[in-house]
């Protein structure tokens, strides 16, 4: 096997590999609206419109360059595969050294849709609690945050309960006990990204009656955890692991595993999935040239930040490209 994992040694197509896991067609994406178990992606796209013009709008144009990629990505030798679940994934790591997968990545914030009972029953159940999570979480609700949510009903109050749990407890600076796990004493550096994400994980596993977990990567097998995920690659798989167009930084930890020759490439910002497809077809025939994956991608990322538009149009673009700046671990 080559060495693809490091940035320069010329990544073989052949040994590249392209899953796809969001809905290509009508059909897959009108039925994820109502699917069982429940999925996110085409739930959060609809922002109030009816899902036929959903699709038509934004649904349908992602999908044919998902097909155009998919197209583009086998003519060259890329193995792929397309309505990607979770066993699909898992056999692109027998023969594969560059992994890209397109998928959705359900993040750390809270949604009206996340509360599987009503939020007083959440709320109450904090406050009765008698151990140290509880006791935290009852400090951070405030007695006149709460009071005005229980004067609203239904999805106003469940919306109203997802805000004031993204404010005090999963975008704060102040871990929530044990979340860390610091038993050596010394100090922890841990990026913003992953803290949210484990604050989110710590109330997943503590209150698994009344929420549906967040950190959830969306195949079309449903939604899987990071452990999940890691636990599809072979123990002694080395090689590139692209998660794009989700934001995928926490889920990282997990599948790099402290692997040195494992080389994760994710995403800390929200992206724009057609650029993002696009610039994979880009990637794909720089790599018939003898590129490297790694490399060429952040060099088409460079490209982008350096490219000038009208004075008028900057800040319009610069929003546009805030998500596509990439990390890739080392």
Known sequence: MTNSADLVSATPLARCALAIALPLDRQAFLADV????????????????????????????????CGELLALARGLGVKTVSAAGLSDIACLFDDSEVVTIVAH????????????????????????????????????????????????RGNRQRARFAEILNDTVVNSDRPLPNVLNNNAGMPVVLDELSLRSMQRGRLDATFPNFLKPGNRLELRSGMHSPAEIAASMPDAWIGIVDFAICLSAYLAHAVKNNRA??????????V???????????????????????????????????????????????????????????
């Open 34 to 65: 109502t699917s069982e178990p429940e999925k996110d992606y085409v739930r959060g796209m609809l922002r109030g419109r009816h899902p036929e013009d959903a699709w038509e709008e934004d649904g349908q144009p992602l999908a044919e360059l």
């Open 261 to 270: 020759d494992r080389r994760i490439i994710t995403n800390q910002h929200e």
């Open 272 to 330: 724009v999935p057609g650029i993002r497809l696009r610039i994979q077809k880009e990637l794909y025939r720089r790599l018939k040239t003898g590129g490297n994956y790694a490399n060429e991608l952040m060099a088409l990322y460079v490209a982008l930040t350096e490219l000038r538009r009208p004075a008028q149009a900057v800040g319009i673009w610069q929003r546009l490209h805030r998500g596509l700046l990439r990390r890739i671990s080392t």
């Open 105 to 152: 990545w359900r993040g750390a914030a809270f949604f009206p849709g996340d509360f599987i009972q009503e939020p007083p029953t959440l709320i109450e159940k904090i406050r009765s609690g008698d151990d140290a999570l509880c006791f935290d979480l009852a400090q951070r609700l405030q007695t006149t945050d709460i009071d005005g949510l229980l004067a609203l």
